[in-house]
T-cell receptor
C-alpha cells in the first residue's frame, strides 16, 4: 500500500532562518507531488506541484522554492523565513494516469515563524 | 472572482440534523467534483467524487452537482459528532494535474 511521510511534524523557526521540509512517498512510482499551505482557518493554497523529477511548477510568487531530487521525494525550502510563512504545510501525491481527482495527503508540518 | 467559493462557516448543528454544505464555481469547463474531509491537525482525505450532474449517495452522505447553476452540495444525514471536521470542495478539469479547492467549511456536530 502507498504511504506518504512528512517531517518534521512541528517546527518553530525565527524570522530570517532557512527552512527545509521533506516529503517522501512509498508504494507508488512516478506520482504527481504537491505542496500546499493552509493558514489558520483558511483553505488550501497550492504552492508547487511536480509531474516528474526536476519538473516543478510554481503557483504563487513567494520566498519559497521546491525541488524533486528523486522520483518519490519532494522538498520545500526557504532561504529566509517571513512571519507570513507560518501555517500548516501539507504534501500530497496523486497518480499520473487518468483523471486527477484523488490526492493523498501527508500528516502535515505545522510551522510557526517567530 | 475566485474559481471556487465556499462558505467558511463555522457551522454548528445538533446531532441527528441534516447538514448542507455548498460551493459555487465560475468555470463551466470544470467536470470533476470532489468533497474532502479534514479532521483537526490532519491532512484532508477524499470523501466523495462525482463527474456528472445529479446526486451520488454513499451511506449518510450525498453529493449533488448542478452544472447549469455551477453549484455543488454535500448533504450529511443523521449527523454524528464524529462528522465534526472541515469539509473542502474541490474541482478539476479533464487533463489537469491539479485540483482547485474551496476555502473549507468548519462543521461541528453537538451531542
Amino acid at each position: 500500500s502507498q504511504t506518504i511521510h512528512q517531517w518534521p511534524a512541528t517546527l518553530v523557526q525565527p524570522v530570517g532562518s532557512p527552512l527545509s521540509l521533506e516529503c517522501t512517498v512509498e508504494g507508488t512510482s512516478n506520482p504527481n507531488l504537491y505542496w500546499y499551505r493552509q493558514a489558520a482557518g483558511r483553505g488550501l493554497q497550492l504552492l508547487f506541484y511536480s509531474v516528474g523529477i526536476g519538473q516543478i511548477s510554481s503557483e504563487v510568487p513567494q520566498n519559497l522554492s521546491a525541488s524533486r531530487p528523486q522520483d518519490r521525494q519532494f522538498i520545500l525550502s526557504s532561504k529566509k523565513l517571513l512571519l507570513s510563512d507560518s501555517g500548516f504545510y501539507l504534501c500530497a501525491w496523486s497518480v499520473t494516469a487518468g483523471i486527477t481527482y484523488e490526492q493523498y495527503f501527508g500528516p502535515g508540518t505545522r510551522l510557526t515563524v517567530t | 472572482q475566485k474559481e471556487v467559493e465556499q462558505d467558511p462557516g463555522p457551522l454548528s448543528v445538533p446531532e441527528g440534523a441534516i447538514v448542507s454544505l455548498n460551493c459555487t464555481y465560475s468555470n463551466s469547463a470544470f467536470q470533476y467534483f470532489m468533497w474532502y474531509r479534514q479532521y483537526s491537525r490532519k491532512g484532508p482525505e477524499l470523501l466523495m467524487y462525482t463527474y456528472s450532474s445529479g446526486n451520488k449517495e454513499d451511506g449518510r452522505f450525498t453529493a449533488q452537482v448542478d452544472k447549469s447553476s455551477k453549484y455543488i452540495s454535500l448533504f450529511i444525514r443523521d449527523s454524528q459528532p464524529s462528522d465534526s471536521a472541515t469539509y473542502l470542495c474541490a474541482i478539476n478539469t479533464q487533463g489537469a494535474q491539479k485540483l482547485v479547492f474551496g476555502q473549507g467549511t468548519r462543521l461541528t456536530i453537538n451531542p
